[in-house]
């Protein structure tokens, strides 16, 4: 993931409670006009940012909703 969306993507986290979240929550605008292709491919590269720390205050919860990953900001 580009350093320039983890900056984003961190700075929009900082502004969150704490609590539960979906990732295009955290996105931002934009997030809708993207194709699938890329929602997919953005998610997947922000689990995998989650899981090797590079957002220490963002746990993946490993549950799925209908509208996608739940991640918890602790």
């Known amino acids: 993931m580009l350093e320039q969306r983890?900056?984003?993507l961190k700075q929009a986290i900082s502004r969150r409670h704490r609590g539960e979240?979906?990732?295009p929550e955290?996105?931002?605008?934009?997030?809708?006009?993207?194709?699938?292709?890329?929602?997919?491919?953005?998610g997947r590269e922000f689990l995998n940012s989650v899981r090797k720390?590079?957002?220490?205050d963002v746990k993946d919860t490993g549950r799925k909703t209908e509208t996608g990953r739940v991640y918890r900001k602790i």
Do not use: Q
């Open 21 to 23: 979240f979906h990732f």
């Open 26 to 42: 955290i996105y931002g605008p934009g997030w809708d006009g993207l194709y699938i292709g890329d929602k997919v491919k953005l």
């Open 6 to 8: 983890l900056d984003a």
């Open 53 to 56: 720390g590079r957002f220490v």
